[in-house]
């Protein structure tokens, strides 16, 4: 940089755009803030890189149609991973069903309805803190609550709702999120207009904030297809050789298959283990875009 | 002005947020097909008034009234249905809110809500509100363009057509010209003075002229009293009770 160049006792005009120490400073400061910044959001990505090449290369030549959709076999050393694969879709499918309309009315209430009171921060402190809940306790809340005493037993149910538990936070507070974005100068321009609460809900506020909501349920969606211990004692099979025929069956899952292969299954070559490890990350994406996709697509709908 | 005319009558009015007074025993009567101009300067307590003609403070939660307020003969405290009340009664801020629907929608939301479903009467009362507004020649080939990207005159304009699609008895004005430009002003203080046959007016601005362009009669607060209250031309003229309203219209104040 050449700020000195107007110094030498030239004309006014370009003394007047001379960088003064102050300038020369805050420019330097502004860089090195720039390349701080740029620096971190590179060591975020390159962890999430080494992930993906080490499973596209040491898991991609596993990947076959075969591999996909055929049973495992040989005491779980051969085969394919279509039960788990399966299993897992009814697990994240089941707990959307369950989890999203509970955080979200949840979340509304929180939001729109409820009054400032000790009562109103008593519950959002209880949902912080089921979010810090560790998985393990879940699983076995989830023993108690839904396999023994709800009477469900390890099913695909009992594991489906101690999911749903776990992620409900998530939906919860990514929904309260964006329902606050939205201007309070919308609400009351309903309200004015005689609108009841809920009107104002219906018509304005819910429209503004289906992606923000969306984006909690892509959170939970991952945390969901990704989670072993909240299933392994509910509903998650070490081995089941059969698809699920209702929510009261067992399933196998993914994560804890690949779990049971890695840890339980002497002699399960590695090609099946990555082969598992990317299949479930390229079940999630595929799930995350697909949400995302319908989250553009309704932005691109609006609005203001 | 005949006493049948009241639309409105303010007595002692009280509004408090938490422990802070922000309007004190204001007494007023507003008559049916006026502009009753409100002036004063920020802070008199001007929008904390506007706000509980319409029981706005239900929803907040640290704001208290008290008083009474009779609308058309009822008293708004005793009113179970306030959102029928509220409907009877169209609001405009000082910024535009275009809600992020289309032009469309903006002006059939009102209608919508109250229960009015047939298209072509939906039709008529979009049209019509534009109209009235001064804002149909503008839009009428993009109805179905969002609300949200209008300049913001035109957003003034187009909000001023929602508080009207209410059909409402009484418009409240709250410093509507802030964020419009000055011709676009004048044709919406046009379109005011028409409304006045139909309808009563509470106009609330920060410009002592518009005030006394529009209003019949002009309120002044100060510090959340009501000063003094008159007819427009009188106060202008000269003719006040508190020296203190002619040296705020004169622009000789603090």
């Known amino acids: ?32 803030f720039r390349a701080l910044f740029g620096l971190m959001t590179l060591i975020l990505v390159v962890p999430v890189g080494i992930i993906f090449g080490v499973l596209l290369v040491r898991g991609g030549p596993a990947i076959s149609f075969e591999f996909l959709f055929s049973y495992p076999s040989d005491g779980m050393t051969a085969g394919g991973i279509w039960p788990a694969l399966v299993g897992t879709i009814w697990l994240v499918a089941v707990s959307l069903v369950a989890s999203v309309p509970v955080g979200v009315a949840a979340a509304i209430y929180l939001s729109e309805y409820a009054s400032d009171s000790w009562l109103t921060r008593g519950i959002n402190l209880a949902i912080i803190n089921l979010a810090g809940v560790p998985s393990i306790v879940h699983a076995l809340f989830g023993v108690g609550a839904f396999v023994i005493f709800a009477g469900f037993g390890t099913s695909i149910l009992a594991a489906s709702l101690t999911l749903a538990v776990m992620t409900l936070p998530l939906v919860i507070v990514a929904t309260r999120e964006s329902l606050q974005a939205v201007p309070m100068a919308f609400r009351e321009a309903c309200w004015n207009m005689g609108a009841t609460r809920w009107q104002t809900i219906r018509t304005v506020v819910l429209p503004n ?58 002699g399960a070559p590695d090609e099946l283990k990555y082969g598992t490890a990317l299949t479930l990350i390229t079940l999630v ?15 691109g709908k609006k609005k203001w | 002005m005949v006493v049948t005319d009241v639309k409105l009558a303010v007595r002692d009015l009280n509004i408090l947020y938490g422990s802070q007074q922000a309007l004190s025993g204001v007494s007023l009567d507003v008559h049916e097909h006026e502009i009753f101009g409100i002036i004063g300067p920020a802070g008199s307590g001007k929008t904390s008034f506007l706000r509980t003609l319409n029981r706005m403070e239900m929803l907040q939660e640290n704001m208290t ?58 039709d008529e009362i979009v049209e019509q509100c534009l109209m009235r507004a001064a804002l149909w020649d503008e839009v009428k080939d993009r109805l179905d363009v969002l609300g949200s990207l209008l300049s913001g005159g035109q957003q003034q304009r187009l909000t001023i057509a929602r508080a009207l699609s209410q059909d409402p008895e009484l418009l409240l004005l709250d410093e509507f010209s802030i964020a419009v ?74």
Not at chain 1, 13 to 26: I, K, Q
Not at chain 1, 222 to 240: L, Q, V
Not at chain 1, 285 to 299: D, H, K, T, V
């Open chain 1, 209 to 266: 904030a289906i992606s923000g909501i969306l984006t909690g349920v892509i959170l939970s969606v991952s945390r969901t297809a990704g989670e072993t211990a909240p299933i392994m004692f509910t509903g998650a099979a070490f081995f089941f050789p059969f698809l699920p025929t209702s929510v009261f069956d067992q399933t196998m899952a993914m994560a804890m298959h690949l779990f049971v292969i890695s840890t339980a299954v002497p």
């Open chain 2, 65 to 122: 009234v008290d008083g009474s307020i009779v609308f058309d003969g009822h008293d708004i405290s005793e009113i179970k249905n306030v959102y029928a009340l509220r409907r009877r009664i169209g609001v405009v801020f000082p910024l535009p809110v275009g809600l992020p629907l289309s032009i469309y929608d903006n002006v059939a939301l009102a209608p919508r809500l109250s229960g009015i479903k047939d298209k072509s009467a939906l």
């Open chain 1, 1 to 32: 940089m050449t700020h000195s160049e107007g110094d030498g006792g030239v004309s006014g005009p370009s003394l007047m755009f001379a960088a003064t120490p102050l300038n020369t400073r805050n420019h330097r400061l502004q860089w090195l």
């Open chain 1, 285 to 299: 994406l595929l799930m995350n875009a697909g949400s995302i996709w319908f989250r553009s697509y309704l932005r």
């Open chain 2, 181 to 254: 430009d000055p011709v676009t002003t004048m044709r919406i203080e046009d379109v005011l003075k028409e409304l006045k046959e139909e309808i009563t007016i509470i106009l609330v601005t920060n410009l002592v002229q518009q005030a006394r362009r529009l209003a019949d009669r002009t309120a002044f607060f100060l510090d959340g009293k009501l000063i003094e209250v008159g007819e427009t031309e009188a106060l202008f003229s000269g003719e006040v009770k508190d020296r203190r309203t002619l040296d705020y219209l004169e622009g000789r104040f603090g």
